[in-house]
């Protein structure tokens, strides 16, 4: 992925991907075709546990709508509405997912995306 090349720079990818919740938020999407709820990814995101609590799934949600989704948005690599609470696609997504795959596929810790 060219800095010049892309709509995403490089330091821009590898600052997107450098939390772990937004590498989760692109496998999700990844995983699935179309729209995506909030309340889906706070699901999928949420810690296994026996006794998963509303207040850490409030806690996920403040997360994601504040911290986490608004630069992946920012930087086009999702599409988010806030108001509707939706994420998809952004027009950057490939490229960004296609980093993030490949630092998968060259470390254990890191799972790769299937595109």
Do not use: C, K, W
Not at 17 to 31: G, I, P, Q, Y
Not at 70 to 91: F, S, T
Request: net charge negative; glycine share 4%; hydrophobic share 35%.
């Amino acid at each position: 992925m060219s800095d010049t090349q892309s709509g995403v720079t490089t330091d821009a990818a590898l600052r997107l991907l450098s939390a772990e919740r937004r590498r989760a938020v692109l496998r999700s999407l990844d995983d699935r075709d179309g729209t995506l709820t909030v309340e889906h990814l706070v699901t999928a995101l949420a810690p296994r546990r026996d006794s998963t609590v509303d207040d850490d799934r409030t806690e996920l949600t403040i997360e994601l709508r504040h911290v986490h989704l608004p630069p992946l948005a920012e930087e086009n690599v999702i599409e988010y509405d806030p108001e509707r609470g939706v994420v998809d696609r952004g027009r950057h997504f490939a490229e960004v997912a296609s980093l993030l795959s490949a630092i998968g596929n060259e470390r254990s810790d890191v799972p790769a995306v299937s595109s």
